[in-house]
């Protein structure tokens, strides 16, 4: 099986960050796989206009995947078309596919290596470094696993068709995603106690509220936002209401 | 307080830019709401104000997970509306701080209930019909919804302008008790830094410790 030209990879790629343009309630990104199908498609039956009519219609239907892994589904997807894989096969592997590049990413990208990398951008910020030093390290740290996922992904998907189970299998995932766990609990503490000290409030007092804080935060987990909203608000309306009733 | 014109344009256009990245177009986590409320300080004219917003507000947001179709709220468009109309409050104005980071996890809320409410408007104008299509439909449709979340990037952050620029300068005037507000702002982001030990699980607990005792060295060096 020959690659496909440069210029259709490329768009392919392109059009992997707008995976997600057109998320909905009914084919998820279904639509979205399909435009980033395109360029292949168009260029495996440039001449058939039907066939390219029915693939694309196939290809439009509900599918869902972590976006960064889409691209990996859509370049296995390009490989079967190619192949001439029966479109009831097709169907059936992308049955198979979509739940566990949503897992995958899901477990990788949103739960370990996005904390992580926000983590360092907030510990170097209360540490003393300069914004854009912030910012420069948490867009270079994060994109470098998001580029490289999206790129990895075009190149097996094409590469493994059927089986890119395999190449799931042999990525790193599972130790990129330890890796960003534990960095991320060390910043975490880091970033906290900074945090605390950000108050501007000194003595045992803070301190003993403080240590109390960070044990209450591990305890609510996600749920500290609506806590936070309610406390912060609270403290917000007694501000105003007890500026003159000491 | 509400920024000029030129101004509310620039952040609006950002504002629809960044709820963009969120989800449909590149994911470069632009959108995250230090880096939002940092740029929208920078071009309302007060970016260290904007960065106290956003490092508050990115604190808060750690342990938001964008998991399929779950409701989660959108930081983007509400930093920008925050930072910017902070911007223009006066520099030691504690409750304009607080009012302002009050006012975003709000503004994130009802950004969240937005998408979703695009999410099922793209199921009507983006989804092709049943039947062979030709690629370029689709390319059509697809843009077509992208080009829907930027409209609706762009509204929420100018809404959100409007609505807490007049906020603030309502509470411009308005006595406040200011001494309790950077004690519960800083309480309030630490034990958000300290939530997201749970996502990475509190077997990690020593770690956390580890880098809570070198957090303690730093701040008792200082």
Redesign the interface.
Known sequence: MSELPRPVRRAMLLRS??V?????????I???L??VL?PA??HLYADDP?R???S??RH?ELF?AH??LAVLAAAALARLEADGVPPETVARFKNAIRGSL?SLG?RLV???W??????L??AL???GAG?WI??LA??VS??AL?LWMRAWGLRAGWRDGLLVARALREAPFERLGERA??A??????????????????RGWA?AA??AA??????A???R??W???V???A??V???V???NP | MIPDAPTLLLLGLLGGLLALDA????????S?P??AA?LAGMIAGN?EGG?VVG?LM????????????ARY?EAGPASVAAAGAFAGAPESSQ?AL??S??FM??WGWLGGRSVEWM?????RI???A??????AT??A???R??GV?FARGVAMTLAGLLVLGTLLETLGW?????Q???????????????????????R??P??????????V??GL?
């Not at chain 1, 057109?22 to 998820?28: D, I, K, M, R, V």
């Not at chain 2, 770690?207 to 303690?216: D, H, I, S, T, V």
């Open positions: 960050l707008a997600q343009g057109s998320w909905n309630y009914q084919t998820l279904g639509t979205g399909a435009f395109a498609l168009r039907a390219l009519r029915a694309v219609a439009a869902n976006p960064y949503g899901d949103w739960l370990m996005r904390p992580a990398c926000a983590l951008m907030v910020l209360l540490a914004w912030a910012v948490f867009l994060y994109n998001h766990g534990d991320g609990a060390v910043l975490a503490g880091f970033a906290a106690v900074l945090a605390l000290g950000w108050g501007g409030e803070y509220v403080g804080a960070l044990v209450a935060g591990i609510l987990g996600p500290i936002r806590v936070a909203a406390a912060l608000t403290i917000l007694a501000g105003v007890l500026h003159n | 989800t449909s177009v590149g994911q470069f986590m632009l995250r230090l880096i940092g970016m960065i490092v990115e604190a808060i947001h750690l342990a938001v997970l964008p998991v399929g179709a709220p409750v607080l009012a980071v009050v996890l709000a999410r099922r408007l793209n199921a983006a989804v092709p049943e039947g062979p299509v030709d690629p689709v390319e449709l697809h843009l919804a992208i979340d308005i006595p406040f008790r200011e309790w507000t950077r004690p519960a702002l800083a309480l309030s982001a630490a034990a958000a830094l300290a939530s997201s030990l749970r996502l990475f699980g509190r990690r607990l770690l956390f410790a580890a880098g809570a005792a070198a957090g303690a730093l701040l200082r």
